[in-house]
């Protein structure tokens, strides 16, 4: 059947044309098959087509959660620096403490995983699964130090604490806050002088401000003097007793008279720019035995 020839006639209409078609049977065969073979491939294409969605839609969810999984592990990393940030200032507070109480106290490493704690907050913002998982077992790792860092910080802040309770009034006597507000214009130690140009030894801490600003006594004793004092302008000396005493200069005025108790935060004077001074600031100088020291060693606010 396949080799034999077909005579098709069609007729448009009454009258009689027609059209006549002459088909070989294998012809119409391979026309069948391709057509069998369209639909096929079609029906195929069409579950790969949809199989494809399907990969695609699982794709988007699973980027979508690794982004999710990503922002948690930065997060958590901020959060994990941001605590050790704080137990850094707490061991800092306590080992000022500890100098100015005179308590001894191994020193503290506070870079101790620097490099590991900035890798962990610079977390790119897409990270691949294997290098997730080895970030989650970092910030595990940092977390248990963080916990046993806690942990060892609490039982030396307990020893501290008892310290502190057997001298409160040697504490309240420690020149521990500033004593006015404005910006340090220039540190304790050594520096040219405005005036001579030389180097020498800048003894306390320039804090300027305003003309007129209060300034505080940073803990109690008693005024052993006030009054103008050469180039420091108006002074008032402090003897906080210990041995600890304090020097207020270039003041617009004083309001204490000598042999004054005062108490920490009681007003003594006001900011000026007396005696040899380049502008408005508080000279401010700590004494220990009569040997000046860096004042920031005692505040602690």
């Not at 800092?92 to 890798?119: I, S």
């Not at 897409?126 to 248990?144: N, V, W």
Request: proline fraction near 4%; charge should be positive.
């Amino acid at each position: 059947m396949l080799f034999r020839k077909y005579h098709i006639v069609i007729f448009k209409d009454r009258e009689g044309v027609c059209s006549n078609l002459r088909l070989r049977g294998w012809l119409g065969a391979v026309v069948v098959l391709l057509l069998v073979g369209l639909s096929a491939g079609n029906f195929y294409l069409w579950g790969f087509y949809h199989r494809a969605q399907q990969l695609d839609h699982q794709l988007g969810e699973a980027q979508k959660t690794m982004q999710e999984q990503t922002s948690l592990i930065v997060g958590m990393a901020s959060r994990l620096q941001g605590l050790q940030e704080s137990l850094t200032r707490v061991r800092q507070f306590d080992a000022k403490l500890r100098v100015m109480m005179n308590v001894d106290r191994d020193p503290v490493e506070t870079n101790g995983n620097a490099e590991g704690r900035d890798n962990a907050a610079a977390a790119p913002p897409y990270l691949p699964l294997h290098r997730q998982d080895l970030l989650s077992r970092r910030m595990h790792s940092l977390s248990e130090q963080l916990r046993e860092d806690l942990f060892l910080e609490e039982i030396s802040q307990q020893d501290l604490l008892l310290v502190l309770r057997d001298n409160k009034d040697f504490l309240a006597a420690t020149p521990s806050i500033w004593p006015t507000e404005g910006h340090i214009s220039s540190g304790f130690g050594y520096r040219n002088s405005s005036f001579t140009g030389q180097t020498q030894l800048h003894a306390g801490l320039d804090i300027s401000n305003r003309p007129g600003t209060p300034v505080i006594a940073p803990a109690k004793g008693v005024v052993t003097f006030t009054g103008t004092d050469g180039a420091y302008g108006v002074c008032i000396l402090v003897n906080h007793g210990n041995g600890v005493s304090t020097r207020y200069a270039h003041l617009l005025k004083s309001v204490v008279k000598e042999g004054q108790a005062v108490n920490r935060g009681d007003l003594i004077g006001h900011l000026g720019n007396s005696g040899r001074s380049t502008g408005p600031h508080l000279h401010y100088e700590v004494r220990v035995g009569g040997v000046t020291v860096n004042p920031m060693r005692y505040i602690l606010n």
